[in-house]
C-alpha cells in the first residue's frame, strides 16, 4: 500500500469510483463543445497576415509566459494588491490541478501496470506541497478576491455577477476539497480505532489536519464523517463538471484561462508603434474594417480573450476625458457584436452573399466619436495583461470611415487634404520649410550628399513656432558636438504618420514612397530626429513598405554625444523640472532612461516624477491625429497639465513638438503660465552646453 491517503477510499471503487472516468469526460467535451462554437465565430474572419515564423512566436510567447504569465508582472506592476490576489489564485490551483494529475497517474499505473510511479514514493512530502501551496495559496487568493470585489469595490469593476458564480464555484471547489480531506482523516489516520491510523501522516496535511480537528471539536463522529465524506466526494465532483458546462455554454470569465494565452500566442508581433499593415491598396475589394470578415480572426479571438478587468479603461487618457471612448466596453461590444453577427455568416452557403447586418459594426457596436477619441497611445494594449490590440481595430475601422466613407470630423479631413496638397498638415502656417534656417548656416542634402547625419526636422519642427525655437537649439546642440549633419530643406514632406492614424493609409503608402525615394536618391544612413512621431513611423512602419533606415530620437543620440565628451554641460540651470514622456518614445518604443540621462548632465537640475511616467505615462492627447481634431469638454492635456502641477516642479521638460504645444496651452488655460512653463529637453541642454544665458526655472 503506498503511503497516505487511500486512492478512492469511502467512495465504493471500483463501481462507483469507476464514474469519476465517466465525469471527466463530460468536463472535456463541455470545453471542447466551447471552443467549437467560439472556432465558428472566429472563422468568420478574415485572413491573418502577420504570422511568421513560429519559431519566433514560441520564443516570444515562452518568454510571455515566464514573465507575465507566470510571474504576473503586468498585474503586481499596476495593482500590487489584484496582482498578489490573482498569483495565489493562479499558482493556488495550478497546484491544486497538478496535485490531482499526478494523483491519478500514480492510482492508473500502480492499478493497471503494476509500476509504481517515482512521485509515489513521496507522497507524504508531497501531500505538504499540495496544502500549503496549493489550497493554502488557493484560499488566501480568494479571499483577497471577495474581499476586493465586495468590500474595496474598485470603481472600474462591473461583472459582479460573473465574478460571483466564478468565485462562488471556486470556493466551493476548495472547501469540499478541504472537507473530504479533513472527513477522510478524522474518519482514518486521526481515529484510533481504525485500520489506517496513523497520525504521523496526517501531519503532513497541516490543513485537512486543521479540518479534521474542527469537525471532531464540533461532536462529529467517525461514522457521521463517512456518510457525510461520501456526500462531498461527489458534490466536489459535480461543482466541477458544472463548472467546465458553465465554462463552455456561456464562456463565462473562466474561458480565459484556455483564450488568454491562445491571443497571447498568436497577437502581432510587429513593434508596438506600428500599425497593422493594409498591403497591396491595388488589389483590396474594400478598404478598411466595415463587418467581420473585414477584421483578421485573431483580433476577433482577442474580443473573447478579454477578462472585463477594465485594466485598459483605467489607464485611458481618452475614458479619464469622459469621451464616449472606453477601450473595455469597444471590446466587449464588439464581442456581442460578433456573437450577433457571425451565425449570418457561418450559416450562408459558399459562393452566397450573407444578409446585411441589422446593425453597423463600426457606427452603432463601436460608435464614430469612440474610435476618433482614441489617441492611439497604447496606455490600453500595454495595461492589457491578456495582449489585446485595442488600437488596430479602432484605426482599421477609422480606415473605413475615411477610405471607404469619406467621413471623420472636419479639421481631420482638411489636415489631411493638406498633405495631400501641401506635404504637411498645418493649413493656414505662414512659416516655410527653410524659414527656420536663417541665420544658422546648415547644409541641404543636395548641397551636401555625403553629410554622416540627416537632421530630419519634421512638419511641426518647421512649420510651427514652437517646434521652430526646439529645432533651433538642436542644430545648435549638433554644431556644437562637432556632427557631421544636412537637412532636406524644401525637399522634406510630412511622413504620413498623421494621416495613417487617421485612417488614410492611401496617403501614408504616398509620402512614405516619396520620402523613401528621397532617402535611397541621397543614399542617406543615419537619420537623426526630435519628433517622436516621425521617429517611430521611419523606424517601424517604413520597413512595412520594404525600406529600413537607421534612425534615432535625439534623446538618445544626443545622450551618446554626452557619454563619448562631444557634449559637455557648463551652465547651471537652477530650479525643478519634471519630465513629460512622450507615449511614442517611452510606450511605444520603450526609451525611458535615454531623455532622464541627459537630465542628468545638466548641472542643478532637480528632476520631480508626474504620478504617472516612463511606460505609463499619460498622454498629451495629441496622438492618433487628435492634435487636428475638436475637443469637447474635459480635455486630456489638462489632465496631464494638472499632474505636472500637483509636482510643485516649475518647468515641465518636453522631448516632442506636440507634447509642447499641448502643454503650454494646458499650462495657460490652468492661469498657471506665471508661475510655470515648458519647454523642450533639447532646448536645456543647449543653454548649459552655452547656448544663452544660465536660466532659473520657476518654482
Known amino acids: 500500500m503506498l503511503d497516505g491517503r487511500t486512492d478512492f477510499w469511502n467512495i465504493g471503487y471500483p463501481l462507483l469510483g469507476a464514474v469519476v472516468y465517466f465525469v471527466a469526460p463530460i468536463a472535456l467535451a463541455a470545453i471542447v463543445y466551447g471552443m467549437y462554437r467560439r472556432v465558428r465565430i472566429w472563422r468568420t474572419a478574415g485572413a491573418y497576415g502577420e504570422m511568421g515564423d513560429h519559431p519566433a512566436r514560441i520564443r516570444e510567447f ?7 504569465l507566470f510571474w504576473h508582472r503586468k498585474f503586481r506592476s499596476r495593482e500590487r494588491y489584484a496582482g498578489y490576489m490573482h498569483f495565489a489564485i493562479f499558482w493556488g490551483f495550478s497546484v491544486l490541478l497538478v496535485a490531482t494529475t499526478v494523483a491519478a497517474v500514480e492510482f492508473n499505473t500502480e492499478e493497471y501496470l503494476d509500476w509504481t510511479f517515482p512521485t509515489a514514493n513521496f507522497r507524504l512530502q508531497t501531500s505538504l506541497i499540495w496544502d500549503v501551496f496549493g489550497g493554502g495559496l488557493a484560499a488566501v487568493g480568494l479571499g483577497m478576491a471577495a474581499w476586493r470585489r465586495y468590500v ?8 459582479f455577477a460573473d465574478d460571483g458564480v466564478v468565485l462562488l464555484f471556486l470556493s466551493g471547489l476548495l472547501l469540499t476539497g478541504f472537507m473530504i480531506e479533513g472527513l477522510r482523516m478524522g474518519a482514518t489516520e486521526l481515529n484510533p480505532a481504525s485500520a489506517l491510523y496513523d497520525t504521523s501522516a496526517a501531519a503532513w496535511s497541516p490543513v485537512g489536519w486543521l479540518f479534521a480537528k474542527a469537525l471532531s471539536g464540533a461532536g ?13 466526494w461527489w458534490s466536489h465532483a459535480a461543482i466541477f463538471t458544472a463548472g467546465f458546462v458553465y465554462t463552455a455554454v456561456g464562456f463565462s470569465k473562466f474561458s480565459h484561462i484556455i483564450i488568454s494565452p491562445l491571443n497571447s500566442y498568436f497577437r502581432p508581433l510587429r513593434a508596438s508603434g506600428a500599425l497593422r499593415p493594409m498591403g497591396d491598396l491595388e488589389t483590396l475589394e474594400t478598404f478598411g474594417a466595415k463587418d467581420l470578415p473585414d477584421l483578421t480572426w485573431q483580433q476577433v479571438l482577442s474580443f473573447d480573450a478579454c477578462t472585463n478587468c477594465g485594466r485598459c479603461q483605467s489607464q485611458c487618457p481618452a475614458y479619464a476625458a469622459d469621451t464616449p471612448l472606453s477601450p473595455r466596453k469597444l471590446i466587449q461590444d464588439m464581442r456581442r457584436y460578433a456573437e450577433e453577427r457571425a451565425p449570418a455568416l457561418y450559416l450562408t452557403p459558399e459562393g452566397q452573399t450573407p444578409p446585411e447586418p441589422a446593425r453597423s459594426m463600426v457606427h452603432d457596436a463601436a460608435g464614430d466619436d469612440a474610435l476618433w477619441a482614441c489617441t492611439s497611445c497604447g496606455s490600453c494594449v500595454e495595461a492589457c495583461p491578456v495582449s489585446i490590440n485595442h488600437i488596430d481595430m479602432i484605426v482599421d475601422m477609422r480606415r473605413f470611415l475615411v477610405l471607404e466613407e469619406g467621413s471623420g470630423p472636419e479639421t481631420a479631413l482638411t489636415a489631411m487634404q493638406s498633405i495631400e496638397q501641401r506635404g504637411h498638415p498645418w493649413t493656414g502656417t505662414t512659416l516655410t520649410r527653410t524659414g527656420w534656417m536663417e541665420g544658422l548656416d546648415i547644409p541641404t542634402l543636395a548641397e551636401k550628399p555625403d553629410a554622416e547625419v540627416l537632421f530630419w526636422v519634421g512638419c511641426t519642427g ?22 557631421d549633419f544636412a537637412v532636406l530643406g524644401d525637399e522634406e514632406t510630412c511622413t504620413g504618420d498623421p494621416a495613417r492614424r487617421m485612417g488614410n493609409e492611401y496617403l501614408w503608402q504616398v509620402q512614405a514612397e516619396q520620402n523613401t525615394k528621397t532617402f535611397a536618391r541621397y543614399g542617406v544612413k543615419k537619420i537623426v530626429t526630435t519628433c517622436p512621431h516621425c521617429f517611430n513611423t521611419i523606424k517601424n512602419e517604413y520597413p512595412q513598405l520594404g525600406d529600413s533606415f537607421e534612425v534615432e530620437h535625439y534623446t538618445a543620440y544626443v545622450g551618446r554625444l554626452l557619454r563619448d565628451g562631444r557634449l559637455k554641460p557648463g551652465e547651471g540651470i537652477v530650479g525643478s523640472v519634471s519630465y513629460h514622456d512622450s507615449c511614442y518614445i517611452a510606450r511605444h518604443n520603450g526609451m525611458t532612461e535615454e531623455p532622464r540621462y541627459i537630465m542628468s548632465q545638466i548641472p542643478g537640475l532637480e528632476v520631480v516624477e508626474m504620478s504617472r511616467s516612463k511606460e505609463k505615462t499619460f498622454c498629451c492627447g495629441a496622438g492618433g491625429g487628435r492634435m487636428w481634431m475638436e475637443d469637447t469638454g474635459k480635455r486630456v492635456n489638462h489632465i496631464r497639465t494638472e499632474q505636472f502641477i500637483e509636482t510643485g516642479a516649475g518647468t515641465v521638460a518636453v522631448s ?20 510655470k512653463n515648458a519647454v523642450d529637453l533639447i532646448t536645456l541642454l543647449d543653454r548649459a552646453t552655452g547656448g544663452g544665458e544660465a536660466t532659473s526655472s520657476p518654482t
Open 62 to 68: 515562452l518568454r510571455y509566459s515566464a514573465i507575465d
Open 152 to 159: 474595496i469595490r474598485p470603481e472600474r469593476l462591473n461583472t
Open 220 to 232: 462529529m463522529t467517525p461514522a457521521v464523517m463517512e456518510d457525510v465524506h461520501r456526500v462531498t
Open 462 to 483: 518647421a512649420l510651427v513656432k514652437r517646434g521652430v525655437e526646439t529645432t533651433r537649439a538642436m542644430v545648435r546642440v549638433l554644431k556644437r558636438a562637432g556632427v
Open 656 to 675: 516632442c513638438p506636440f507634447c509642447i504645444q499641448m502643454m503650454d496651452e494646458g499650462i495657460s488655460a490652468k492661469g498657471v503660465a506665471d508661475d
